[in-house]
């Protein structure tokens, strides 16, 4: 008998640890948002290069200092090729499309960073929802994305965003500490 679906899932190490904890009622929901911070972190350190965030960085910052503010279509367009696939492709694209809506400066980079993050939770909630209704039940299944899901929304991704785009500002998400006491049980 294996330990359960977590175990076989096809994805990063700290959305393993989501969909166990999820998938375990003795985790609470705080536990969950916690672990859901350096799950997206890893996806962050795994699909964004640093050249493609400081190339955005800059492109914004140069229209921050700007008296006339320009669109920045053709310089977002230009940084296709540094954004790759995945997550840093979606930061690009929410990029573009606030720009379109007069979005200005920082703001573009912060807003789609957080929308691409709060997309990849999503994303990520599915594709574990999807391997749990192979690897066990649908009852299951739906029980832990529902529980990924109220994760998400009590999560601080938006201050996750902040942090990638200024990295000075904070320190790294950690998970917390085990618990080692009878006093450091389940709370009552």
């Avoid at 694209?93 to 007069?102: F, I, P």
């Avoid at 529902?146 to 998400?152: F, P, V, Y």
Wanted: net charge positive; charged share 30%; with cysteine.
């Amino acid at each position: 008998m294996s330990d359960g679906p977590h175990r076989s899932l096809p994805m990063r190490r700290g959305w393993k640890r989501v969909a166990e904890w999820a998938d375990n009622q003795v985790f609470e929901r705080e536990q969950i948002n916690n672990a859901m911070i350096p799950a997206l972190q890893e996806d962050c350190r795994g699909e964004l290069s640093p050249e493609f965030l400081s190339s955005l960085l800059a492109a914004c910052r140069n229209q921050e200092g700007s008296l006339f503010k320009k669109e920045l279509g053709p310089e977002l367009e230009a940084l296709s090729s540094a954004a790759g696939y995945g997550l840093g492709r979606m930061v690009l694209e929410y990029a573009k499309q606030l720009s379109a809506r007069g979005t200005t400066g920082l703001d573009i980079a912060q807003k789609a960073m957080t929308d691409a993050l709060t997309d990849r939770a999503a994303r990520g909630a599915r594709q574990v929802e999807e391997h749990y209704c192979r690897k066990s039940s649908e009852k299951r299944a739906l029980k832990v994305r529902q529980r990924i899901e109220e994760a998400i929304s009590g999560a601080d991704v938006e201050g996750l965003a902040r942090q990638i785009i200024n990295p000075k500002t904070g320190e790294s998400a950690r998970l917390p500490l085990k618990r080692q006491g009878l006093d450091d049980g389940v709370k009552l």
